[in-house]
């Protein structure tokens, strides 16, 4: 079997990342298009753009599978044969979920114990499990780390850990973009 391919997309909010890589995956020969949503309708400003993706996606969403996986997104697997072509949108939000998974326990995962560290090597085996199944992968981050790091603990252990999680995708991607105001950047 073929090894799939990787591309990694970043960019600032509503960069035109989304649009992007959405075209760029429906250019590909993908035998199926799937859309691995991780946002959770949490609040008003999460439903509006969950609603706003699902509208831009409207007039062709016979071509796309929405399969909604906020966290844990080894569960994906089964669902995804050969030949597919996988849309995982967004690593930034999909972090903030594992990050705090747990926190209406009152022990969100980043206060365990190697728990982010699990949960990284877990995303890595997925990502590289999907390679190996000749799957077309493209993965959407937000990129945040313009900024100087945050004062505020949760938010510097944030934006290390993304900058982690982007270093180790761009090692690992075939092509790498970055989209400013709409404009695209290829770095790799």
Request: aromatic share 10%; net charge negative; hydrophobic share 35%.
């Amino acid at each position: 079997m073929v090894r799939g391919t990787l591309t990694f997309i970043s960019g600032g909010v509503r960069s035109g990342k989304t649009a992007f890589a959405e075209n760029w995956l429906m250019n590909q020969q993908c035998s199926r298009l799937i859309y691995m949503a991780t946002g959770e309708a949490t609040d008003a400003e999460m439903q509006l753009r969950i609603k706003r993706h699902r509208q831009d996606r409207i007039d062709y969403t016979e071509k796309w599978l929405t399969i909604e996986q906020p966290r844990q997104i080894e569960e994906i697997l089964p669902h995804i044969l050969p030949g597919d072509g996988v849309l995982f949108d967004c690593v930034t939000t999909w972090l903030a979920n594992e990050m705090y998974e747990g926190w209406n326990r009152g022990e969100p995962c980043f206060t365990r114990p190697n728990c982010l560290e699990e949960k990284e090597q877990q995303l890595h085996k997925t990502i590289r499990t999907l390679l190996n199944k000749g799957t077309t992968i493209v993965v959407i981050s937000n990129e945040v780390l313009d900024e100087p790091l945050s004062s505020i603990p949760d938010v510097r252990l944030y934006q290390q850990w993304l900058g982690r999680l982007h270093q180790w995708f761009v090692k690992e991607s075939n092509e790498a973009f970055e989209l400013t105001y709409g404009l695209v950047k290829k770095w790799k």
